[in-house]
């Protein structure tokens, strides 16, 4: 069973501040590693993608992984109202090589919510 | 149109009839998604197509759910026999990385919000 968890929140940063959000996966094959932001009644949306252990960092966005704890994470820096979404950590378990692809496994999401 | 666009955008339906659910992917993306999402809840993978046949449709939770891309671009998700646990909102995303270490990279429509009576 494949499985991403994700504090459900809400989370709520001030605004100007880092945010912080966390992601657990179970699946310890699993290769590429996903950000989404969905905003209420809207449909997702990528912000980042990781691929490798480290840190990705594009514009106010730093991805965070660590395969050996399974553990991906999210900052956002310098946070603003309009960051103020659902945020899905999403996984692919399987290395592409041509054959086909599973569909990717969402965590629950994490409700952020930035303080004016 | 620039995304991936859905229709309906909203469909009520009664318990026990038939439903088909569209979807109009980016053009030139070959592999297209179904998702269903329900509420406070993440995305669930349906089904998965790599141009016209269903490379995985491992998602489909039961027989009452079918879906075609008969010419590679277009997709209609088809569910029989509605019930109403399968009220949720069905979303189609479309990649033109499927295949490569950057599956995973999707565009999302709006969604069909599928509400059974």
């Known amino acids: 069973q494949k499985e991403v968890e994700q504090n459900s929140g809400p989370l709520s940063v001030p605004e100007g501040a880092i945010a912080s959000l966390n992601c657990t996966y179970s699946?310890?094959?699993?290769?590429?590693f996903f950000w989404y932001r969905q905003y209420s009644g809207k449909s997702p949306e990528l912000i980042m993608s990781i691929y490798s252990n480290g840190d990705k960092e594009d514009g106010r966005f730093t991805a965070q992984l660590n395969k050996a704890s399974q553990y991906v994470s999210l900052l956002i820096r310098d946070s603003q109202p309009s960051d103020s979404a659902t945020y899905l950590c999403a996984v692919n378990p399987r290395v592409e090589s041509g054959g086909g692809a599973d569909g990717l496994t969402f965590g629950k999401g994490t409700h952020l919510i930035i303080q004016p | 149109g620039a995304g991936v666009s859905q229709t309906p955008s909203n469909k009520v339906t009664e318990k026990g009839k038939y439903v088909e659910l569209r979807c109009d992917p980016i053009s030139g993306h070959t592999a297209l998604y179904w998702y269903r999402q329900s509420l406070g809840q993440g995305p669930e993978f349906l089904i998965y197509f790599q141009g016209t046949g269903a490379a995985d449709d491992s998602g489909l939770p039961n027989d009452r759910f079918f879906a075609v891309r008969p010419e590679g671009s277009v997709s209609t998700l088809k569910i029989q026999r509605t019930e109403r646990g399968d009220s949720a909102v069905y979303l189609c995303?479309?990649?033109?990385?499927?295949?490569?270490?950057?599956?995973?990279?999707?565009?999302f429509g709006e969604g069909s919000r599928l509400t059974v009576l």
């Open positions: 699946d310890r094959g699993s290769q590429s």
């Open positions: 995303a479309s990649s033109p990385w499927a295949g490569t270490p950057l599956t995973g990279e999707l565009f």
